[in-house]
T-cell receptor, first 115, second 109 residues
Framework: DARVTQTPRHKVTEMGQEVTMRCQPI?????VFWYRQTMMQGLELLAY????????DSGMPKDRFSAEMPDATLATLKIQPSEPRDSAVYFC?????????????FGSGTRLTVV | GQNIDQPTEMTATEGAIVQINCTYQ??????LFWYQQHAGEAPTFLSY????GLEEKGRFSSFLSRSKGYSYLLLKELQMKDSASYLC??????????FGGGTRLMVKP
């Protein structure tokens, strides 16, 4: 059963520390999304890639967030320095465009708490 | 950009039918998606509509009217396990997905 793998599942860190979240998309998928979910804002798109190229990161605070795909099997989202308002669940999702009728598959998420 | 509206909460009875509406205003449209999300879990894909009309998948159906900027998700023969949040999402150019705030459905015995 193909799945999107995210690590770590949970992360508690102190304000000011660097946080790196990792995502392994489903093998063969060419599109990867990073979303952040909070009770107040719901699911917000942070960045997305197609064929490893960044297509849109306008939803991401550029001064502290960065997203990369060093290879087709790994996407990373980094926060430096982290702040308490970054506390949220961060989801990665992957899919195969243009076969979008099959939807995008989400990973289990990384629950980040910044204290 | 996108503006996507759906009710915040709904309650229904086990065995009944419930319809969850979604309206959207868009500058680009590449299809409408519905996802289900149980508390503490990841969203899971339910349906995709790109043409007007009804798509049926077992107990779940999804409808789209592009001219009205309107979609609904219809759940039949409700079961307790259907208690979850249901997320409407619109695909923009490049198939970038923008999500609505979600509708939390509570199914009561």
């Amino acid at each position: 059963d193909a799945r999107v793998t995210q690590t770590p599942r949970h992360k508690v860190t102190e304000m000011g520390q660097e946080v790196t979240m990792r995502c392994q998309p489903i093998l063969g998928h060419n599109t990867v999304f990073w979303y952040r979910q909070t009770m107040m804002q719901g699911l917000e798109l942070l960045a997305y890639f197609r064929n490893r190229a960044p297509l849109d990161d306008s939803g991401m605070p550029k001064d502290r967030f960065s997203a990369e795909m060093p290879d087709a099997t790994l996407a990373t989202l980094k926060i430096q320095p982290s702040e308490p308002r970054d506390s949220a669940v961060y989801f990665c999702a992957s899919g195969l465009d243009p076969q979008v009728n099959y939807g995008y598959t989400f990973g289990s998420g990384t629950r980040l708490t910044v204290v | 950009g996108q503006n996507i509206d759906q009710p915040t909460e709904m309650t229904a009875t086990e065995g009944a039918i419930v319809q969850i509406n979604c309206t959207y205003q868009t500058s680009g449209f590449n299809g409408l998606f519905w996802y289900q999300q149980h508390a503490g879990e990841a969203p899971t894909f339910l349906s995709y509509n790109v043409l007007d009309g009804l798509e049926e998948k077992g107990r779940f159906s999804s409808f789209l009217s592009r001219s009205k900027g309107y979609s609904y998700l219809l759940l039949k023969e409700l079961q307790m396990k259907d208690s979850a949040s249901y997320l409407c999402a619109v695909g923009e150019a490049g198939n970038m997905l923008t999500f609505g705030g979600g509708t939390r459905l509570m199914v009561k015995p």
